[in-house]
């Protein structure tokens, strides 16, 4: 260094004397010199050269050029190893503004000037005025040696710790720097402990620097589990990204930090619910396994991480091919995990589960089957003092009332509603989610037996969940569903206006908040419609039935045409048009309706639970039909269906005095077109049978005792007319 610096001033001296002083080459020789005074460490005489140099840098390439930053920078440097840090403040200040662009040499030193600098802030416990040196010292190394370079490394390690500091002293914590460094087993004592070690490796060849970085990445998201910080899962995610960027591919822990990394992605994504974090997640889930080989029980918590993933990927995209993905991944995990393994009723249950969704969208029998008996082996396995053991029930509820569906099996319906019972009295106290699901099968259990002690438990427990309810959560608007949809129900059995200006208050509020899926947003958007359709018959209001139309067709956007309960979206849509027929007297919206009711019927086997309903929104559609068209085969095509309607239909269900109106209704009309006595008595009939099922809806009981009493009268039966419509006005 002395040599060159000889050098170099003889050169300066030469081009001053030919070219003059601001002559380019004269001021880069300058420069070179005071370089050489740098590496010498004497700052007095290189700080005087760098003031020179920076002056005329100035004069000659402007305040802004390169050559007169890094020469301010040098003479900066010089300045802070003499230790005056106070002349050189506004020349830091505007650097820390400048210095984006640049050549290497002028840059490296910034680098280390802020590093030493931020240093020296932090050991005065000057920790604001330390980070922003930090940061740019760690950017400027970014962008000219790379990440996975040594010095880059050093200096995150640097700024990870400043902002550590930071967040500690924010938090009212103990600064690390101003407690003695203890050999505790702490998070932090072991983080400060490998980070000071690994700054001490950094300055010579470190072969193990993968094992440390993964190590320390590892502590920062233990940390992250201890506080819930997002600085320190950013921090562990940082150097297991490190650890795979410079180790070996050959390496023996590289499956283990993929997985690691991969299991910070997934954290940051449920916390910030960011998909690109989740794809992260399950491209280096993916990539674990590639390397995880061996068929054995550690591959299976590599493959159960894979299926989480993507089980949550499915929720966000569309299309099964994610959801067939993870059941698939999630049974070989299941294969490899050992009888006796502590893990196996967990994953029994998350596998019932997954079934469970793949069978709510495409109807696969076998899905059901094996699902129910996974969740039974499940609940076998697992302790009643463990929190999934009540989730399981949960699942076990929904698997049974899913089969009811299918099969009308009564006793399938009642173990759906016994299990979701046992899961909230069991489980966690005040779980929205036990709640919302118990509501759920006692909404069922009421449509299909008519029990109004069933109906409000269901209010009861819907609208507990929602009170529990956590005012963010992502499950928030499938509670506010749930509510609005049996308030529905509880308005239709009793026609109470506040009902449905609740249900309406609630699903319109659901709308608003996004949600977890498409089913779950369908389901919304399908229960609006159907509580204005209700709106429109009690006040007659045509834009509300025009509303109903409107998110009636949003809910069928929504929905894939491959999933399964898109028969009911249809289904409700095919109400609709039918009323809205009776008003306009369009024939395209009765084609239409017609269309879409056909479709459901071949949807749903004679066993499903709503397959009368099915029939009877067929009736009605040949009826409304009738009425236009005056051809009487419509009409009988409508009483036929009516009548298949009534033979699905149980004899104690509520729906059946509807029903038996209904019926009743249509031989009345069909008396009035062709005065055949038989279709009286039949009409007749229908009303009095309609009549007497007393657990009836009240407002349909009245109609049907109402029209028993007139054609009783017509008959001739008068005592028999008088007695009930007695009943009627009591």
């Known amino acids: 260094y002395i040599g060159a610096q000889r050098i170099h001033h003889q050169l300066y001296e030469a081009y001053q004397a030919k070219f003059g002083e601001n002559n380019y080459l004269a001021i880069s020789s300058l420069i070179d010199e005071g370089d050489m005074l740098i590496y010498q460490t004497k700052y007095t005489e290189a700080e005087a050269i760098f003031k020179e140099s920076t002056r005329r840098c100035e004069i000659v390439f402007g305040a802004e050029d390169e050559r007169t930053i890094y020469s301010l920078v040098s003479q900066c440097y010089a300045a802070y190893g003499l230790g005056r840090i106070q002349d050189i403040e506004s020349h830091i200040c505007r650097l820390l503004k400048d210095l984006d662009e640049g050549s290497r040499f002028w840059s490296k030193r910034a680098a280390w000037l802020f590093f ?76 400060r402990r490998l980070e000071l070690s690994l700054m001490k490796s950094l300055m010579r060849p470190n072969p193990s620097l993968p094992r440390s970085l993964r190590l320390l990445g590892t502590l920062y998201n233990a940390k992250w589990s201890e506080d819930g910080a997002m600085l320190h899962l950013e921090m562990a995610i940082d150097k297991l990204e490190l650890a795979i960027l410079i180790g070996e591919k050959d390496d023996g822990d590289r499956p283990e930090c993929l997985r690691a990394l991969g299991k910070a992605y997934r954290a940051r994504f449920l916390y910030q619910d960011t998909l690109e974090d989740l794809r992260k997640a399950i491209e280096l889930a993916e990539a674990a396994l590639e390397l995880k080989v061996e068929p054995d029980e550690s591959r299976a918590e590599y493959l159960e991480d894979l299926c989480q993933n993507l089980i949550d990927l499915h929720e966000r995209a569309s299309g099964l091919e994610h959801l067939d993905r993870a059941i698939e991944v999630g049974l070989e995990a299941l294969s490899l995990t050992p009888l006796d393994h502590p893990k196996r009723g967990l994953y029994l249950g998350r596998r019932a589960s997954e079934l469970l969704i793949r069978y709510q969208e495409i109807a696969n029998r076998d899905d059901l089957e094996k699902g129910i008996e996974l969740i039974t082996a499940a609940l076998v396995l697992t302790p009643k003092t463990e929190s999934q053991w009540s989730n399981f029930c949960s699942i076990h509820a929904d698997l049974y009332r899913q089969r009811f569906k299918q099969d009308g099996n009564i006793k399938d319906l009642e173990k759906a509603v016994d299990h979701a019972t046992v899961a909230v009295r069991d489980g966690p106290a005040d779980s929205p989610l036990l709640l919302d699901s118990l509501a759920r099968q006692l909404e069922y259990r009421y449509q299909a037996l008519g029990n109004k002690e069933d109906l409000d438990k269901s209010i009861v427990a819907a609208e507990r969940a929602l009170e529990v309810c956590e005012p963010g959560s992502k499950y928030r608007a499938d509670y506010l569903t749930t509510l609005g949809n049996i308030l529905l129900e509880r308005f239709d059995a009793t026609g109470h206006q506040e009902d449905l200006n609740h249900a309406i208050l609630h699903l319109e509020n659901a709308r608003d908040i996004p949600k977890t899926n498409a089913v779950a947003e369908a389901r919304c958007l399908s229960g609006l419609a159907t509580a204005f359709t209700l709106y429109y018959k009690r006040t007659d209001d045509h834009a509300s039935l025009e509303a109903a139309i409107h998110n009636e067709r949003l809910a069928l956007e929504t929905l894939p045409d491959w999933f399964e309960g898109k028969s009911e979206v249809m289904n409700n849509m095919a109400l609709h048009l ?36 099915s029939l009877n929104n067929i009736s009605n559609i040949m009826e409304a039909r009738f009425y236009e068209s005056k051809n009487l085969n419509d009409l009988n095509s409508a009483i ?49 049978d309609g009549w007497r099922i007393i657990n009836g809806p009240p407002f349909h009981r009245v109609m049907a005792g109402s029209q028993a009493a007139h054609r009783l009268m017509e008959l001739g039966r008068l005592e028999e007319a008088t007695t009930i419509a007695m009943e009627v006005v009591d």
């Open 640 to 688: 036929e269906k009516a009548e298949d309607t009534l033979s699905a239909t149980q004899i104690d269900h509520t729906s059946r005095t509807g029903r038996l109106f209904n019926l009743g209704a249509k031989y009345d009309v069909r008396y009035g077109k062709s005065n055949d006595p038989q279709d009286l008595q039949l009409a007749a009939k229908s009303f009095i």
């Open 116 to 191: 030493e600098m931020s240093k020296g802030y932090l050991a005065r416990g000057a920790i604001k005025e330390a980070e922003p040196l930090a940061v740019k010292a760690a950017e400027i190394s970014l962008k000219l040696l790379g990440r996975g370079d040594n010095e880059t490394i050093l200096l995150g390690l640097n700024l990870d710790r400043v902002r550590r500091q930071l967040w500690q002293q924010q938090k009212g914590l103990p600064v690390e720097d101003t407690v003695s460094l203890t050999r505790d087993e702490t998070t932090d004592s072991m983080i």
């Open 578 to 613: 039918t009323d809205r027929f009776r008003w306009t007297k369009m024939a395209d919206d009765i084609d239409e309706a017609a269309k879409y009711a056909e479709m459901v019927l071949t949807l749903r086997p004679p066993n499903h639970m709503y397959y009368a309903g």
